[in-house]
Structures are given as C-alpha cells and as structure tokens.
C-alpha cells in the first residue's frame, strides 16, 4: 500500500513539474490580407496576422499584436505541416488535421483544422508560462464566386505538455514496480508454470 501511494505521488510530482502553467484559452486573429483572389479550394497566403479578442487565459491580452503569415495549401490540404512564428507572440507548429469543402447553395465553406504545439515568445504577457503547450488553429472559410471571405481565425492553447524526462521517469517507475511485484510473485509461487509432457 505504502509503495503504490509513494509511486503515485512520484509520478504527480514528476508530471506537475513538466505542465507548469495553463493558458487554456483562445484568440480570434485578424487576416488582413488573403492572396489569391480565387477559388476558396486553392491555396491561400495568410498574411499580417494581428491578435483580436482573447478568451480564458487570454482574456486580457491586447489585441493588435503582429504574428506572422502562412499559407494553406489548395485542398486536400490534410498533413500538411504548418510553422507560424514570430519573436514576441511565439511558435505555433503543426499540421492540417482537417479540410472540409462544403458547397450549400450559391456558397462554398472550407473548414481547416490545423492541431500542434506552441511555445510562447517574449511577449510580456508570457512572462509567467513556460514549455510547450497543445495548441490548434480553427480557420473558417467561405466564398461565394470568387470573393473569398471569412476575416478571421481561432488560436486555442489547451494545457502543458509533458517533458519527455518526464514522460521517461513515469514509464520507468511503472516497469520497476510492475518487475518488483511480478518477481515476488514468482518467489512465493503464485506463478504456475504448466510443464509439457515429453
């Protein structure tokens, strides 16, 4: 009993020094320009991203904070890697997990999903965060001929990942203490070995 209490409390330890902070909140982004003007299943450059109005932890960051450009490649865009980075707000890396084109009506709809990690800049709003954190963009489309609108996107920080050291100790435990019962069991015969007739 005493053993299991001390191997869980190691293995909270281990992952509450690997997490940190949460942010768990999102931005809405501003795209001020789009290029091409043409079919929303073409490829799309994103360009001067400015921060919007921020929700959870981000509720009181400014909006108008510049954070770079990327470009979506023309539908399927599925798997494909993403890098959005800048000095001040961070890096956002990740891939497309989904890209959805939806005629209804006279109108077409593409949703992208785009699921990675972030690790925050220098931004004095970071000055408490540290570590990389499960972040995703949720990017809207629509268009109706060949006007391409949807102005903004969602940025979403879910929580801390864990450090691959701790990640490595917690599996390291599990092993020591799952061979350490395994073996006592052996020891006082608990396991049962059937042996085959020659």
């Not at 005629?103 to 970071?126: A, K, M, T, W």
């Amino acid at each position: 009993m005493f053993r299991s209490f001390c191997l869980v409390t190691l293995m909270a330890a281990s992952i509450s020094q690997a997490r940190g902070e949460f942010i768990n909140g999102s931005i809405d982004f501003i795209i001020n320009q789009k290029s091409p003007v043409g079919s929303i299943s073409d490829a799309i450059m994103f360009a001067d991203l400015e921060s919007g109005t921020g929700s959870g932890g981000f509720a009181t960051f400014e909006s108008g904070v510049p954070w770079g450009n990327f470009t979506i490649n023309a539908h399927d865009s599925s798997s494909q890697p993403l890098l959005i980075t800048t000095e001040g707000f961070g890096t956002f890396s990740g891939a497309v997990t989904s890209d959805q084109l939806i005629p209804v009506g006279g109108s077409i709809f593409r949703n992208i999903l785009v699921e990675g990690i972030f690790s925050p800049g220098n931004h004095s709003f970071f000055d408490t965060f540290s570590g990389t954190y499960a972040a995703s963009i949720s990017l809207p489309l629509s268009s109706t001929g060949d006007a391409i609108a949807g102005s903004s996107m969602a940025f979403s920080v879910y929580q801390a990942v864990p450090e691959p050291s701790g990640v490595v100790a917690i599996a390291a435990l599990a092993m020591f203490f799952g061979g350490r019962r395994l073996y006592r069991k052996s020891d006082r015969g608990d396991l049962q070995v059937e042996e085959t007739p020659v």
